[in-house]
C-alpha cells in the first residue's frame, strides 16, 4: 500500500519561482526523503529528514516534516528549468527481517514543470 | 565512483523468452535492490539483497529471479514474462543500514 501521498499530482510555474510539494504519510516513521526523477530515469537522493528534526534545508531546498499531522513539505526556491521532474517522498519505517536494510515506500510523486 | 549501472538501457523481449537484466555498483554498498516502476506510478519494491543474501522478497512472480553473485553486481533473470511486466526497472544500492539509496538510470522492459 502506498505510505506516502503527494499533493499536488501535478505543479507548473515559472522560473525563478518557488515550488512548493506536500507528502502525507500513515504509519509512524523513522526517516522521510526526497528523491527526485528526470523523465523515465533513475532517482536521485536529495534530503533526509529524520523523525526527531522539524525542518533542514540543502542550497535551494528546504524539508519540514510535522510528525504530529504524518507530513512533510519539499520547498525549492527559485525555480529553474532543469528543476523539472518528478519528486517523490520515501518514508522507511520498515526494516528487513534481519534489521539491516530499510524498505524504503514512495509516495505517488508530483510532477513539477519549471517553464522558461 | 559513485555510480550505478545498468544493462541493457532497453530490452525487447517475447513472452517465450530468457534474459536477464544487470546492475554493477563500485560504492562499496553491501545492501542492493530491485525495483519496478510503471509508467506515472512510483517505484516498487521487488527484492532486497544484504551482503550478497536476499533479505526481501516483496511476492513476487517466480518468472522473475533474482541473483547476488558478488558484492558489486546484481542480476534479476526474466523468463516467460506477460505484456503487463513491461516497465522501467531500477536497480539501488546503500550501506548496509543506511537510509539513503543510489539509483542506477533503470532499464526500460517492454513484453510483447
Known amino acids: 500500500s502506498q505510505q506516502g501521498e503527494e499533493d499536488p499530482q501535478a505543479l507548473s510555474i515559472q522560473e525563478g519561482e518557488n515550488a512548493t510539494m506536500n507528502c502525507s504519510y500513515k504509519?509512524?516513521?523513522?526517516?522521510l526523503q526526497w528523491y527526485r526523477q528526470n523523465s523515465g530515469r533513475g532517482l536521485v537522493h536529495l534530503i533526509l529528514?529524520?523523525?526527531?528534526?522539524r525542518e533542514k534545508h540543502s542550497g535551494r531546498l528546504r524539508v519540514t516534516l510535522d510528525t504530529s499531522k504524518k507530513s512533510s513539505s519539499l520547498l525549492i526556491t527559485a525555480s529553474r528549468a532543469a528543476d523539472t521532474a518528478s519528486y517523490f517522498c520515501?518514508?522507511?519505517?520498515?526494516?528487513?527481517?534481519?534489521?539491516?536494510?530499510?524498505?524504503?515506500?514512495f509516495g505517488k510523486g508530483t510532477l513539477l514543470t519549471v517553464n522558461p | 565512483d559513485t555510480e550505478v549501472t545498468q544493462t541493457p538501457k532497453h530490452l525487447v523481449m517475447g513472452m517465450t523468452n530468457k534474459k536477464s537484466l544487470k546492475c554493477e555498483q563500485h560504492m562499496g554498498h553491501r545492501a542492493m535492490y530491485w525495483y519496478k516502476q510503471k509508467a506515472k506510478k512510483p517505484p516498487e519494491l521487488m527484492f532486497v539483497?544484504?551482503?550478497?543474501?536476499?533479505?526481501i522478497n516483496e511476492s513476487v512472480p517466480s518468472r522473475f529471479s533474482p541473483e547476488c553473485p558478488n558484492s558489486s553486481l546484481l542480476n534479476l533473470h526474466l523468463h516467460a514474462l506477460q505484456p503487463e511486466d513491461s516497465a522501467l526497472y531500477l536497480c539501488?544500492?546503500?550501506?548496509?543500514?543506511?537510509?539513503?539509496?543510489?539509483f542506477g538510470p533503470g532499464t526500460r522492459l517492454l513484453v510483447l
Open positions: 520515501a518514508t522507511d519505517a520498515y526494516k528487513d527481517s534481519g534489521g539491516s536494510n530499510y524498505k524504503l515506500t
Open positions: 539501488a544500492s546503500s550501506q548496509v543500514g543506511l537510509e539513503t539509496q543510489y
Open positions: 539483497y544484504s551482503y550478497e543474501k536476499l533479505s
Open positions: 529528514i529524520r523523525s526527531n528534526e
Open positions: 504509519t509512524s516513521i523513522n526517516n
